[in-house]
C-alpha cells in the first residue's frame, strides 16, 4: 500500500469525530470519502493533510511516518470546496504559488506552470484573474495549482460542490482523465454518491465517525454489507424479516445464521412489474427519470421501488404483478 491509516481517531469535547479508521490507499488509485455531512470525512482528510491534529493512530505514506510530520513537509496537493485562488494574481500565477514558495527560479516556475496550464487545457487563460474565469475554470486552476509540485497524493474536499450539475459531470471526467494520465492517487471527500461512483476505483463509506463498508463502486452497490450503505448508496427497498418470511420466503435461504439482525435489500431494478396477478401490487407514484421510470407499488401491506422503461405504460391507481429477480437478494446488517 501507498498511504496506510492504522487505527486513527479523533475526539472533539464528548463526541468521538473518527472511531478508529483503519484505510489503505495504493499509488495510482482514485478513493472517495463517501457519507452524509457530519460522518468524519473532511475531518480525516484534514488530519491526512497536517491540517488538523489527531488523538492518536497512525499514518504513513510510502513507508514514511507521517503523524507528527507538519502539513508544509508532506508534499500533497490540496484543492477546497472554495479553491481558495488568489484574487490578485493570474491563473500562472496561481499555478506558480506553490513552486515560489518552495524556491524555484523565475524561468522554472514559468514552465512549469505553463505545463500545468496546458495539461488542464486553459493556457490561453494564463493572464486572466480568477474573476474574469467561470467557476469551472477555476476549478481547473485549483487542481493545476496542486499538481504543479509534483504531490505524493492529491487531496481534494468537495472540489465539485459549487458548480452546476452540466460542469459538475464534465468536471468529473476531466479530473479522472488527468489522475490516469499522472498516475497520481487521489483521495477525495464527497457526500456526492453518484460523483463517488462515477470516479472512485475505490469506495470508502462513512457513517458516525466509522467506515460502513469499503470496496469497488459495483461492489457497494450491488453488495451492501449494512442497511446504511443500501440505504445512502442508491434507492432501495429493505425488507424486514418477518415481512421476508412471509412474502418472500425463496430469500431465506441465504440468510446468515444471526437472523434478528438483518433486513432484505432488493435495488428497484430487481423488482419486476407484469401482469402476472398472482401477486397483485397497487401503484402508488410515477417518477419520469429520462430512459427510465420510478414507479412506487404497495405489496402485501409495504411500499417498495421499482425501476421500467419509460415507454411502459404504467400510471398510478392501476393494478400490477409484482415479482422479483433473486439475483438482487442482499441481506444487510441493521
Known sequence: MYLEIDNLYKIFGD???LDRINLEVDSGEFVCLLGPSGCGKTTLLRIIA??????????????KHLTNLPARERNFGIVFQSYSLFPHMTAKENVGYGLKIRGWNKKEIEKRSMEMLELIN???MSNRYPHQLSGGQQQRIALARALAIDPSIILLDEPLSALDAKVREKMRMEIKDVQR????????????QEEALALADKVVCMNKGMIEQIGRPDELYLRPRTRFVADFIGAS???ALDWVSKHLPEAMATLPQ??????LCIRPEFVILNGDAAKPANVKSVTFHGSFNRVCVEYAGVEMTAEVHNHIQCDPGASVGVSFDANG???VKS
Not at 492518536?56 to 505514506?61: F, M, P, R, V
Not at 492517487?185 to 457526500?191: E, F, Q, S
Open 15 to 17: 463526541n468521538i469525530v
Open 50 to 63: 497536517g491540517l488538523l491534529p489527531s488523538d492518536g493512530g497512525k499514518l504513513s505514506l510510502d513507508g
Open 122 to 124: 486553459l493556457a490561453e
Open 181 to 192: 494520465r499522472l498516475g497520481i492517487p487521489i483521495l477525495m471527500v464527497t457526500h456526492d
Open 237 to 239: 427497498n429493505l425488507m
Open 258 to 263: 444471526e437472523r434478528d439482525e438483518y433486513f
Open 329 to 331: 437478494f442482499v441481506w
